[in-house]
């Protein structure tokens, strides 16, 4: 086999049930996608889609239209070589977390590259942009109990907001650090590898329900168990 195809992206919303787009092989305009690890939702109704073979990020129209296409493979700016995850802004920004490269490429709503931020520290797993920095998911262990930290886009130092349990960290050990999304607004979802352990964050970064997991002593952020 010379290369896979992705045959069919579906896209749910409040409009609709769902509203399912097919793309085909050769002799079509529609580019071949071998290995589809990430999608996110983007501005528009558009589906950002993340190829691990070419390390590009294919977006399509809310009809399912190829529309363009976001980096390559590669290490000059703007080019990724192990995209892992990315972000997508309400306003179309896009924040690419690439731990080949150990770093965060950030490009503005024109596919611009307007930033490229150095990822020190451990491996990150998860990212969400956010107005004036992004949320990374890093990995944690017995020496690295890091889980959330926000890192400004203004050079600021990162700031560290939530720590897994002992019981966290060994699920992290077991290769299940977890995950951290975007929820509805501006809220920030985030579920450990821990069975019912998960946080909800707000966009002052105050953790307003949470559930096994603890707040750095240094923090000055608010938590309320549920």
């Known amino acids: ?14 409009d609709a049930p769902h509203r399912s787009t097919a793309t085909t092989s050769t002799g079509s305009e529609a580019p071949l996608i ?7 939702p983007g501005p528009g109704g558009r589906v950002y889609v993340l190829d691990q073979l070419t390390q590009s990020i294919y977006v399509y129209s809310a ?8 980096g390559r ?14 972000d997508v802004a ?3 920004r896009l924040a690419v977390l690439d731990d080949g490269l150990r770093r965060v490429t950030l490009f503005d709503a024109k596919d611009a590259v ?10 990150a797993f998860g990212i969400v942009l956010g107005a004036t920095g992004f949320d ?5 262990g017995r020496t690295t109990p890091t889980a959330l930290e926000f890192v400004p886009t203004n050079g600021a130092a990162a700031r560290r907001y939530l720590t897994p349990t002992p019981r966290d960290r060994a699920f992290a050990r ?24 998960w946080a909800v964050i707000d966009a002052q970064h105050r953790v307003s329900a949470r559930r096994g997991l603890e707040l750095f002593p240094e923090a000055d952020f608010v938590a309320r168990d549920e």
């Open 114 to 123: 307007v930033a490229t931020q150095p990822l020190g520290g451990s491996a």
């Open 1 to 14: 086999v010379d290369s896979l195809v992705l045959e069919r992206l579906t896209t749910y919303g409040p």
């Open 174 to 197: 077991g290769g299940s650090p977890g995950f951290l999304a975007r929820g509805i607004g501006n809220e920030l979802l985030y579920f450990s590898g821990a069975p019912g352990t």
């Open 34 to 40: 071998g290995l589809a690890s990430t999608a996110a």
């Open 136 to 140: 990374l998911l890093r990995e944690f």
């Open 90 to 92: 309400a306003d179309g």
């Open 73 to 86: 493979s590669g290490q000059g700016p703007g080019e990724f070589k192990m995209a892992f995850a990315f």
């Open 63 to 70: 009809s399912g239209t190829p529309e363009r296409v976001i």
